[in-house]
């Protein structure tokens, strides 16, 4: 069965799809907890980080990379921006297809949550 971001990937939810390469994709998180919230998303659905592989690396350090250069598109380059990645049930994840949390647009705190 697809994930729910695969049923975004292929079009058949509709989301606020901002970017597509021919590895990823990034879309508004529907619940956004900043004022700039994007996920990116392996168009290859690893269920979560601690699952990918050794011939994931590229893949992973891609996300980042499109994370970084979303942000800069964003204009959150000056200000700065928080990336993170939820794994399994304390790591607070959701949705088990891996993606990259892109947060920005307001001072956020430390520790998370
Ligand atoms: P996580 O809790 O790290 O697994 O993150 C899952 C994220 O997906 C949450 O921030 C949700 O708000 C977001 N989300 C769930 N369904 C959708 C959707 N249909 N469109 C956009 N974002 C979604």
Redesign the pocket.
């Known amino acids: 069965m697809k994930t729910?971001f695969e049923k975004?990937r292929d079009g058949e939810?509709p989301?606020d799809v901002i970017y597509r390469d021919e590895q990823c994709f990034a879309?508004?998180?529907?619940?956004p907890?900043a004022p700039v919230h994007i996920?990116i998303v392996p168009n290859k659905p690893i269920p979560r980080v601690g699952e990918a592989e050794p011939g994931d690396q590229a893949l992973l350090g891609h996300l980042l990379l499109t994370a970084a250069k979303i942000a800069s598109d964003l204009g959150l380059s000056e200000n700065g921006f928080r990336v993170v990645i939820?794994n399994g049930p304390h790591g607070?994840?959701?949705?088990p297809h891996l993606?990259v949390?892109l947060l920005g647009g307001r001072q956020l705190t430390w520790p998370p949550g």
């Open positions: 729910i975004i939810i989301a879309f508004r998180d529907i619940s907890q996920l939820n607070g994840e959701t949705v993606h949390h």
